[in-house]
């Protein structure tokens, strides 16, 4: 079985939060539905019988006014189709970069209790995930 992570590890997160938080920031987020989303009992959603992809649009929904307003915006999204370099066990539903202004930002929106009910929904919604923060960089027609 394939290892699987849907929340950061403490020494994840740690390394998270002794990088510098005044700089703008990518987060990379790979997405893998569950089939069906598991809330816990007791949950309003729990029972309802939606899929991962249903509950994460739930979490899109709720978590969204938060993560405008911590100045938070997609720079990129896109559907999966097939890995290139990588475990071929692997597949993903789908992939956005989130920007940041900087880290603070991104703590902020976390910390936010309405952002903290609305996580719930993601908790749900995936069996695997992968965030991966970014340093932005220079776009451009070379890979150096």
Known sequence: MTETY?????????SFKDLPRDTPIHML???LY???AEYPHGHDHAGKGWSGRRAYEEYGKTSGPIFRKAGGRIVWR???ETMVT???VRAW???FIAQYPNAGAFFAMIKDPEYQKAVVNRT???VDSRLIRFAPGEAGEGFG
Do not use: K, T, W
Request: no cysteine; hydrophobic share 35%.
């Open 34 to 36: 569950r089939d069906v």
């Open 86 to 88: 990588g475990p071929e």
């Open 6 to 14: 849907v929340d950061p590890s403490p020494l994840n997160f740690q």
């Open 124 to 126: 749900a919604a995936l």
């Open 29 to 31: 987020n790979l997405l």
């Open 93 to 95: 539903h789908d992939g």
């Open 78 to 80: 896109g559907r999966f």
